[in-house]
């Protein structure tokens, strides 16, 4: 069983490293996709990554909620992995919701202005 400090670090050391995967994902993937499918892609993957949930009913700690769904669903079926499942499904659409206010707010394309018309050169000596 795990003492206090030892779940605090492995706590720290599984967010760490989701979030140095977090920064690498969005970094190559801004070197060549537009703004808002990055934000969409890297707020999917924080929301899988870093939800947590119970992993049994009678246990005071947390545990990823993608590692307790996917036991619990392939041990013992859907039901007992719906308590997993639900914050996961929560945070997966609050995602998308915040990458579509952000795809329309922040990374939105402008409009491109007006170019004024080039005059061909024979037309303009007539």
Not at 17 to 32: K, N, P, Q, T, V
Not at 53 to 69: E, M, N, Q, R
């Amino acid at each position: 069983m795990l003492s206090e400090s030892s779940y605090l670090t492995a706590i720290y050391v599984y967010t760490g490293a989701a979030f140095g995967l977090l920064i690498c994902l969005a970094w190559w993937l801004g070197r060549h996709w537009r703004a808002g499918w990055v934000a969409l892609v890297v707020l999917l993957a924080a929301a899988l990554l870093l939800t947590p949930a119970y992993p049994k009913a009678d246990v005071d700690t947390f545990a990823p909620a993608l590692i307790v769904a996917g036991f619990q669903l392939f041990t013992e079926g859907y039901a007992a992995a719906e308590h997993a499942l639900r914050p996961l499904a929560y945070m997966s659409a609050l995602a998308v919701v915040i990458a579509l206010l952000l795809w329309v707010t922040i990374f939105r394309r402008r409009g491109r202005a007006a170019q004024p018309q080039q005059v061909p050169p024979a037309a303009a000596e007539d």
